[in-house]
């Protein structure tokens, strides 16, 4: 790691990446959001969920995010960021984000606890797999925070998969 992560304001981050999965609804897609947000506090970026127009199934908040952060961040900025999600980063969203170097993930609905909420939903054939898991295959720590809010992140979803 570049430097020491900052101590932040979790649930403030968290309650915005929720405000944004709420306009990705607004927009039509699943109510999924991310933000990055550097060691001074700053928000960086954010990305909503990405599913539609296209019905592209790896148009993630997250990945977005990811993919949009290593095109236009330093590796330096980039490791002492936190990245702030409404749900748990799958294992591809993990994988970006490992990928990219950000070393912190925090997140509010949890990944087993979506899957519970989405069946198997054709749109979100949602993976049992905890982001730790992924995050531990890898070659340099990438520090997870959450469930967090969990039940406010669960609230997001209420009604979008039957």
Same mark, same amino acid.
């Given at each position: 790691m570049a430097g020491t992560l900052p101590s932040l304001d979790h649930e403030e981050f968290l309650r915005r990446s929720f405000a944004v999965a709420k306009r990705a609804q607004s927009n039509g897609n699943h109510?999924?959001?991310a933000i990055l947000v550097n060691a001074a506090? +700053?928000?960086?970026? +954010?990305a909503e969920n990405g599913f539609l127009p296209d019905r592209d199934m790896t148009a993630h908040a997250e990945r977005l995010l990811a993919t949009q952060a290593s095109k236009t961040l330093a590796p330096d900025v980039l490791s002492v960021c936190t990245l702030y999600t409404s749900a748990e980063p799958c294992a591809m969203c993990a994988g970006a984000i490992y990928w990219v170097g950000i070393?912190?993930?925090v997140y509010g609905l949890s990944e087993r606890r979506l899957k519970t909420m989405t069946g198997s939903h054709a749109e979100n054939p949602t993976l049992d797999l905890p982001c730790r898991t992924v995050f531990a295959a890898g070659q340099?720590?990438?520090e997870v925070v959450g469930p967090l809010l969990e039940d406010e992140a669960a609230a997001l979803h209420a009604g979008v998969w039957e």
């Amino acid at each position: 790691m570049a430097g020491t992560l900052p101590s932040l304001d979790h649930e403030e981050f968290l309650r915005r990446s929720f405000a944004v999965a709420k306009r990705a609804q607004s927009n039509g897609n699943h109510p999924f959001g991310a933000i990055l947000v550097n060691a001074a506090g +700053e928000v960086l970026l +954010e990305a909503e969920n990405g599913f539609l127009p296209d019905r592209d199934m790896t148009a993630h908040a997250e990945r977005l995010l990811a993919t949009q952060a290593s095109k236009t961040l330093a590796p330096d900025v980039l490791s002492v960021c936190t990245l702030y999600t409404s749900a748990e980063p799958c294992a591809m969203c993990a994988g970006a984000i490992y990928w990219v170097g950000i070393s912190r993930v925090v997140y509010g609905l949890s990944e087993r606890r979506l899957k519970t909420m989405t069946g198997s939903h054709a749109e979100n054939p949602t993976l049992d797999l905890p982001c730790r898991t992924v995050f531990a295959a890898g070659q340099r720590p990438v520090e997870v925070v959450g469930p967090l809010l969990e039940d406010e992140a669960a609230a997001l979803h209420a009604g979008v998969w039957e």
